[in-house]
């Protein structure tokens, strides 16, 4: 178990130090959600401190899932996740690891949101430890969506293209834009198929104060399973690569 | 001696392709073995199934007394692999790579840094220690690969295609490395195409085919099977023109080189006769002849079906016949 752990670590710190804390990569960090939170400034500048929660989950979903499927992606094309796969550790290590250095990236993204829209969007947040919670969470399990996107497909590309296929959805029907419980009952059940909503839905009870502990520990659960199952089947996807 | 490597039946299909065919070998402890064959051989599936990158299909091989199919982790920790590719990480320098395989191999920490920097000078690279990966020479990358293998001081190493892309002088320095850690007791499975380097390097060499090992032999009796048909090797003063490949009947597998002609002598007397029938035939004097015992790449040759162009293209002057 030592072993593992020691052997997650180093893949982490090796992914932050050869990916991820790249100049170009820590300027799109900062500029992202600047550009974000200044074009919803721009056109509704009395509801931002609604859409704040919102513009915090989209940074950490972008964040998360746009780097860790370039990485890993990049990686098996140079052959360096064989490399990888050689050393004496568990598949699951290997992609916990890498899944590691996705949430890292994606919490720095979400943080420096968290930052400006505390700073300029008047969003308080009552319970701090809650909403850490939850986006800890959050960052961990779209970067292990961001895991298996990548594990499914050979090219940088199709990463980038499959990533798309969810990620402009969610932001639509989770509730970054609109609570989800406005939406048509149709919608209410799809959106329940993603992590995003029950961020969105958890954050704006941190933010609030306010909250059932029931629905509370639904969104924590579902998050939890969200990262699980994500977890599960990039290692047999992974696995199946082997075959 | 004890067996290191113990492969029983081990078999894969890629879909209905076969790619190894129940292949059965052992590796002794401190052995340099060198696995042969031709490209779509199965070497570097065989290779992969033993380092656990690849999930046999049928049939098992012990690594350390331990089954590849289930306890491939542990076995990893005493097992070096440099793969045929250059894959360390570009963005990192030479020395963070090899930190990093340090760290990913559990060599203890308080060992790390004077483990790679011995490493870095064995393999002459420490004044390129903060050269990141990606801007060293193909060569440079390939030592750096080789040292990352054995970071953890592996009992077992993987080499394939170990001296492909190095220098000649870099490759020498490989070999003798090689030839070191066997004095140290380090078992060697290795894959090359340069049968020479088989022949210096392994103690035993198996060579594959479709799939299947044809042979499995010492290089010395692998070239003696090979012996009772000795290769007959004449210059003459000047090329042979419009030769009769028919006065050549004595010779098989006929190869002309300007003024050289050499094949497989089944009667090395009735070839040097047709040879000097041709030479005062054509006015031409015999300035060398020679016999050459074969060696392993005859073997290699022979076993493998594989001809050189030369030989492709004098079989079907000849119309397919030899």
Same mark, same amino acid.
């Given at each position: 178990?030592?072993?593992?752990?020691?052997?997650?670590?180093?893949?982490?710190?090796?992914d932050l130090?050869?990916y991820y804390f790249k100049?170009p990569n820590i300027s799109w960090g900062i500029l992202f959600p600047l550009v974000l939170a200044?074009? /919803?400034?721009? &056109?509704?500048?009395?509801?931002?401190?609604?859409?704040?929660?919102g513009l915090v989950a989209m940074a950490a979903l972008f964040g998360t899932t746009s780097m860790e499927a370039i990485v890993?992606? #990049?990686?098996? &094309?140079?052959?360096?996740?064989? &490399?990888?796969?050689?050393?004496?550790?568990?598949?699951?290590?290997?992609?916990?690891?890498k899944v590691l250095g996705g949430a890292v990236f994606g919490m720095v993204i979400a943080g420096v949101m968290t930052l400006i829209s505390?700073? #300029?969007?008047?969003?308080?947040?009552?319970?701090?430890?809650? /909403?850490?919670?939850?986006l800890i969470l959050t960052v961990l399990a779209h970067s292990a969506l961001g895991a298996?996107v990548?594990?499914?497909?050979?090219?940088? /590309?199709?990463?980038q293209?499959?990533s798309n296929? #969810?990620r /402009?959805?969610m932001v639509?029907?989770?509730?970054v834009?609109?609570?989800?419980?406005?939406?048509?009952?149709?919608?209410?059940?799809?959106? *329940?198929?993603?992590p995003l909503?029950?961020t969105? *839905?958890?954050?704006?009870?941190?933010?609030?104060?306010?909250?059932?502990?029931?629905?509370?520990?639904?969104?924590?659960?579902?998050?939890?399973?969200?990262?699980?199952?994500?977890?599960?089947?990039?290692?047999?996807?992974?696995?199946?690569?082997?075959? | 001696?004890?067996?290191?490597?113990?492969?029983?039946?081990?078999?894969?299909?890629?879909?209905? %392709?076969?790619?190894?065919?129940?292949?059965?070998?052992?590796?002794?402890? @401190?052995?340099?073995?060198?696995?042969?064959?031709?490209? =779509?051989? @199965?070497?570097?599936?065989?290779?992969?199934?033993?380092? =656990?990158?690849?999930?046999?299909?049928?049939?098992?091989?012990?690594?350390?007394?331990?089954?590849? $199919?289930?306890?491939?982790?542990?076995?990893?920790?005493?097992?070096?692999?440099?793969?045929?590719?250059?894959?360390?990480?570009? !963005?990192?320098?030479?020395?963070?790579?090899?930190?990093?395989?340090?760290?990913?191999?559990?060599?203890?920490?308080?060992?790390?840094? !004077? $483990?790679?920097?011995?490493?870095?000078?064995?393999?002459?690279?420490?004044?390129?220690?903060?050269?990141?990966?990606?801007? %060293?020479?193909? @060569?440079?990358?390939? $030592?750096? +690969?080789?040292?990352?293998?054995?970071?953890?001081?592996?009992?077992?190493?993987?080499?394939?295609?170990?001296?492909?892309?190095?220098?000649?002088?870099?490759?020498?320095?490989?070999?003798?490395?090689?030839?070191?850690?066997?004095? +140290?007791?380090?078992?060697?499975?290795? +894959?090359?195409?340069?049968? !020479?380097?088989?022949?210096? %390097?392994?103690?035993?060499?198996?060579?594959?085919?479709?799939?299947?090992?044809?042979?499995?032999?010492?290089?010395?009796?692998?070239?003696?099977?090979?012996?009772?048909?000795?290769?007959?090797?004449?210059?003459?003063?000047?090329?042979?023109?419009?030769?009769?490949?028919?006065?050549?009947?004595?010779?098989?597998?006929?190869?002309?080189?300007?003024?050289?002609?050499?094949?497989?002598?089944?009667?090395?007397?009735?070839?040097?006769?047709?040879?000097?029938?041709?030479?005062?035939?054509?006015?031409?004097?015999?300035?060398?002849?020679?016999?050459?015992?074969?060696?392993?790449?005859?073997?290699?040759?022979?076993?493998?079906?594989?001809?050189?162009?030369?030989?492709?293209?004098?079989?079907?002057?000849?119309? =397919?016949?030899?």
């Open positions: 178990m030592r072993e593992e752990l020691e052997g997650m670590w180093h893949i982490l710190l090796k130090k050869a100049p200044l074009a /919803f400034t721009l &056109r509704n500048p009395e509801g931002l401190a609604d859409m704040a929660p890993i992606t #990049f990686e098996k &094309r140079i052959g360096a996740l064989e &490399r990888l796969m050689l050393a004496p550790v568990s598949l699951t290590t290997i992609l916990l690891g505390l700073l #300029f969007l008047n969003m308080i947040i009552i319970h701090s430890f809650l /909403f850490i919670l939850v298996l990548a594990v499914s497909v050979k090219e940088v /590309f199709e990463a293209t499959l296929y #969810f /402009f959805p639509f029907l989770c509730g834009f609109l609570p989800v419980e406005a939406m048509p009952p149709p919608i209410q059940v799809l959106a *329940h198929f993603f909503t029950y969105i *839905h958890a954050f704006r009870q941190a933010l609030a104060g306010s909250f059932i502990l029931g629905l509370l520990l639904r969104d924590l659960v579902a998050l939890v399973l969200f990262l699980t199952a994500f977890l599960i089947l990039a290692t047999k996807l992974l696995k199946r690569s082997l075959k | 001696m004890e067996a290191v490597i113990q492969v029983i039946g081990l078999t894969k299909y890629y879909n209905d %392709l076969l790619a190894v065919d129940h292949i059965d070998f052992t590796v002794k402890r @401190g052995e340099v073995f060198g696995f042969l064959g031709p490209n =779509g051989a @199965g070497k570097t599936t065989t290779i992969r199934m033993l380092v =656990g990158l690849t999930v046999p299909t049928e049939g098992t091989a012990y690594i350390n007394n331990l089954d590849i $199919r289930k306890d491939i982790v542990q076995i990893k920790r005493h097992m070096g692999v440099v793969p045929d590719t250059s894959n360390l990480y570009n !963005e990192l320098t030479a020395w963070e790579n090899l930190q990093f395989m340090a760290g990913l191999y559990h060599v203890p920490k308080i060992d790390r840094d !004077e $483990r790679v920097r011995e490493l870095l000078k064995t393999f002459g690279l420490l004044d390129r220690r903060s050269t990141r990966f990606g801007r %060293l020479s193909s @060569g440079l990358k390939r $030592r750096l +690969t080789i040292a990352a293998a054995l970071i953890h001081n592996p009992n077992i190493l993987f080499f394939d295609e170990p001296t492909s892309g190095l220098d000649v002088m870099s490759a020498r320095s490989l070999r003798s490395l090689l030839r070191e850690l066997k004095e +140290t007791g380090v078992t060697t499975f290795l +894959t090359t195409h340069y049968i !020479e380097e088989a022949d210096q %390097l392994c103690e035993r060499i198996a060579i594959i085919v479709k799939g299947k090992i044809v042979t499995l032999d010492t290089p010395q009796n692998l070239k003696l099977k090979f012996q009772r048909v000795p290769t007959i090797e004449v210059t003459f003063s000047s090329p042979i023109k419009s030769l009769n490949l028919g006065d050549l009947e004595a010779i098989d597998q006929v190869k002309i080189t300007d003024n050289t002609i050499r094949g497989q002598a089944m009667n090395v007397y009735e070839a040097i006769k047709a040879l000097t029938a041709i030479a005062q035939e054509h006015n031409v004097e015999i300035l060398h002849i020679n016999t050459i015992n074969p060696n392993l790449e005859d073997a290699f040759v022979r076993l493998t079906g594989l001809e050189s162009e030369a030989m492709m293209v004098e079989k079907e002057r000849r119309g =397919g016949r030899g």
